[in-house]
């Protein structure tokens, strides 16, 4: 299985970005998916995570509102829109996969390789 995140970069506070993830290797509607973060000196958390087909999603309460999560079966790629940027969302954000609900927040077994996100003030 792999997972490649892509899309993260500088931006500027209030600013947007579209991370993705494309997946090779899985049934990728059998899935859930995901995205956590780590910033530097903090434990990685769980950020939003999408269903197998589409929906439910759920986010953390940091992100609520102001990120959006999406997927796209027939390419095998995962989405997050990310708008209105904090500084306190620079982090690396990895893409997940699992196929059960309650792991997919807590212990996902696949994981990306990340792509950095950076918000300056």
């Known amino acids: 299985v792999q997972l490649q995140a892509y899309g993260g970069g500088l931006v500027q506070a209030g600013g947007s970005l579209r991370l993705s993830c494309a997946a090779s290797g899985l049934t990728f509607s059998s899935y859930i998916m995901g995205w956590f973060r780590q910033a530097p000196g903090k434990e990685r958390e769980f950020v939003a995570r999408i269903s197998w087909g589409g929906g439910p999603t759920l986010y953390a309460d940091s992100v609520k509102g102001r990120f959006t999560i999406s997927r796209d079966n027939a390419e095998n790629t995962m989405h997050l829109q990310i708008n209105r940027l904090k500084p306190e969302d620079s982090a690396v954000y990895y893409c997940?996969?699992?196929?059960?609900?309650?792991?997919?927040?807590?212990?996902?077994?696949?994981w990306g390789q990340g792509t950095q996100v950076t918000v300056s003030s």
């Open positions: 997940v996969a699992d196929k059960t609900i309650a792991a997919i927040t807590m212990a996902p077994t696949y």
